[in-house]
């Protein structure tokens, strides 16, 4: 039980900052949205700051997986694992595009928020790419001289283009496609 509510605040709060954005959404709306409430929202989340960081913090655990489970045993493993992160981040795009955009357009605006909740809340999987993109560096599969932190945001930066551009192109493209194309570049700029 929860877990439920918990989960209804989250997706609740989804979709209310997704329409409404950071200014616009309240609290009162969410509960209502997640059909309980203020009160019981307030006792899984302290604030309405803390609540859009734990949705971010929600999405961001589904990346982490993908290199929990990640191999190294061969070159073949790598290029696995970077394509099934390219798969998910494309999915988790797809499926909270609205909030993408949403933030994206209001970044400027609430630019302290958007680092201390997105920085913060996808740190711990950034640095787990970070830190498999070393690993493959001392397996001999990524060249000495890549960075891996700007390696990752590169392709980070990529597919986040690729979502946002995704209504002018496609009629061009695929999504899969793209993402191939993407891991494609990706990996032909940073093997060895």
Request: net charge positive; with cysteine.
């Given at each position: 039980m929860i877990t439920d509510t918990r989960e209804r605040i989250l997706n609740a709060a989804m979709r209310v900052f997704a329409r409404d954005g950071v200014a616009g959404a309240t609290t009162r709306e969410i509960a209502r949205v997640a059909r309980v409430n203020e009160v019981t929202l307030f006792r899984y989340f302290k604030n309405k700051n803390e609540l859009l960081r734990q949705m971010v913090l929600h999405n961001c655990t589904r990346y982490e997986q993908v290199f929990a489970e990640a191999s190294l045993q061969s070159k073949e493993d790598f290029r696995r694992t970077i394509q099934s992160f390219a798969d998910t981040m494309g999915r988790k795009l797809d499926d909270n595009e609205d909030m993408v955009r949403t933030f994206i357009g209001e970044m400027k605006r609430h630019l302290k928020l958007s680092r201390r909740i997105f920085v913060q809340a996808s740190k711990q999987s950034r640095e787990k790419f970070i830190a498999y993109i070393t690993?493959?560096?001392?397996?001999?599969?990524?060249?000495?001289?890549?960075?891996?932190v700007t390696a990752t945001d590169a392709l980070y930066g990529m597919l986040m283009s690729g979502a946002l551009r995704r209504p002018l192109t496609e009629s061009l493209y695929s999504k899969q496609q793209y993402a191939e194309t993407c891991v494609d570049l990706f990996l032909k700029g940073i093997e060895r």
């Amino acid at each position: 039980m929860i877990t439920d509510t918990r989960e209804r605040i989250l997706n609740a709060a989804m979709r209310v900052f997704a329409r409404d954005g950071v200014a616009g959404a309240t609290t009162r709306e969410i509960a209502r949205v997640a059909r309980v409430n203020e009160v019981t929202l307030f006792r899984y989340f302290k604030n309405k700051n803390e609540l859009l960081r734990q949705m971010v913090l929600h999405n961001c655990t589904r990346y982490e997986q993908v290199f929990a489970e990640a191999s190294l045993q061969s070159k073949e493993d790598f290029r696995r694992t970077i394509q099934s992160f390219a798969d998910t981040m494309g999915r988790k795009l797809d499926d909270n595009e609205d909030m993408v955009r949403t933030f994206i357009g209001e970044m400027k605006r609430h630019l302290k928020l958007s680092r201390r909740i997105f920085v913060q809340a996808s740190k711990q999987s950034r640095e787990k790419f970070i830190a498999y993109i070393t690993a493959a560096q001392q397996a001999g599969y990524v060249r000495k001289e890549v960075d891996p932190v700007t390696a990752t945001d590169a392709l980070y930066g990529m597919l986040m283009s690729g979502a946002l551009r995704r209504p002018l192109t496609e009629s061009l493209y695929s999504k899969q496609q793209y993402a191939e194309t993407c891991v494609d570049l990706f990996l032909k700029g940073i093997e060895r």
